[in-house]
């Protein structure tokens, strides 16, 4: 079955309704390799802000023949989350994702698939609103539209990184991070993997914004998660996990800065164009 670019933007949301304790966020936060007692220590619990991304989480849907879509070649392109409060340790929360946009970059590129996610509390006030980029490389070429994709936010390139924090990654990362609910076996299965075109499972692109994220809020924000409030990034590469991530920060005002991360080992670029806001002491 082939993509059908109406059918997919006119598809009922996928609704996700979700327990959060602590020992869900407690998981979250060993996935993307935090070791602060305050975010793993059940007495003196926070919620990362990254843990956004999967919050009312659907899945990996591709794999739904129903879209269409070749999921073997689905890779994360970009990804954005707004918050609006506080992320909770406990309660119930419900996501609502969308498919709320298509481009067609042709068939040697593929599609752009924008799906964009409200997630709110028990009393119904807005949590955050997630937007994840997809670059569906087997599927382009149907005609579609390929402007308007949204612009990524430039780095400065004329000067140096203010700001530049060292954190590695743990050889079973993708194994741990994978029970936060993507499953997709890119993470796992080496077969799967090498059909991809990777030497070997690939760290999850959103625990290596996980990671990206604990270092901005060590860099600007005294590691108060409370205080973050977007971060946007473009993925360029993927890591492997047990490598190291390095990631430059340049301050851009008042609460607002620009990143990019690297990968150490392969002097390897992962993550580019990133825009983090955040409440200033």
């Known amino acids: 079955m082939a993509l059908d670019p109406t059918k997919l933007l006119h598809r009922l949301p996928y609704v996700v309704r979700q327990v959060i304790d602590p020992g869900y966020c407690i998981l979250y936060a060993l996935g993307v390799g935090a070791e602060d007692l305050e975010f793993v220590y059940e007495d003196r619990l926070k919620s990362l802000p990254t843990m956004a991304a999967v919050l009312g989480y659907p899945g990996f849907i591709w794999r739904d023949p129903s879209l269409g879509v070749t999921w073997e070649?689905?890779?994360?392109?970009?990804?954005?989350?707004?918050?609006?409060?506080?992320?909770?340790?406990?309660?119930?929360?419900?996501?609502?994702?969308?498919?709320?946009?298509?481009?067609?970059?042709?068939?040697?590129?593929?599609?752009?698939?924008?799906?964009?996610?409200?997630?709110?509390?028990?009393?119904?006030?807005?949590?955050?609103?997630?937007?994840?980029?997809?670059?569906?490389?087997?599927?382009?070429?149907?005609?579609?539209?390929?402007?308007?994709?949204?612009?990524?936010?430039?780095?400065?390139?004329?000067?140096?990184?203010?700001?530049?924090?060292?954190?590695?990654?743990?050889?079973?990362?993708?194994?741990?991070?994978?029970?936060?609910?993507?499953?997709?076996?890119?993470?796992?299965?080496?077969?799967?993997?090498?059909?991809?075109?990777?030497?070997?499972?690939?760290?999850?692109?959103?625990a290596t914004y996980g990671v990206v994220g604990r270092a901005l809020m060590s860099a600007l924000m005294q590691n108060d998660p409370t205080r973050l409030t977007r971060m946007d990034a473009r993925f360029s590469s993927p890591v492997y996990p047990g490598e190291t991530i390095r990631t430059e920060i340049w301050r851009q005002g008042d609460g607002k800065a620009a990143f990019r991360a690297w990968c150490v080992e392969r002097n390897r670029m992962v993550l580019n164009n990133g825009l983090v806001e955040y409440v200033p002491v």
């Open 73 to 206: 070649k689905v890779v994360l392109a970009e990804h954005s989350i707004v918050i609006h409060k506080p992320l909770p340790t406990v309660g119930e929360i419900v996501g609502v994702s969308r498919f709320t946009a298509l481009y067609d970059k042709g068939p040697d590129k593929g599609v752009i698939a924008i799906l964009e996610r409200a997630v709110r509390d028990a009393g119904g006030d807005l949590l955050c609103i997630v937007t994840s980029t997809t670059m569906l490389r087997g599927d382009g070429g149907y005609g579609g539209a390929a402007e308007g994709a949204p612009v990524p936010h430039p780095i400065p390139d004329d000067r140096p990184a203010e700001l530049a924090l060292e954190l590695p990654t743990a050889p079973n990362l993708a194994l741990i991070y994978r029970r936060s609910g993507d499953l997709n076996p890119l993470h796992i299965d080496p077969d799967v993997a090498r059909k991809s075109g990777f030497e070997r499972p690939i760290l999850h692109g959103l």
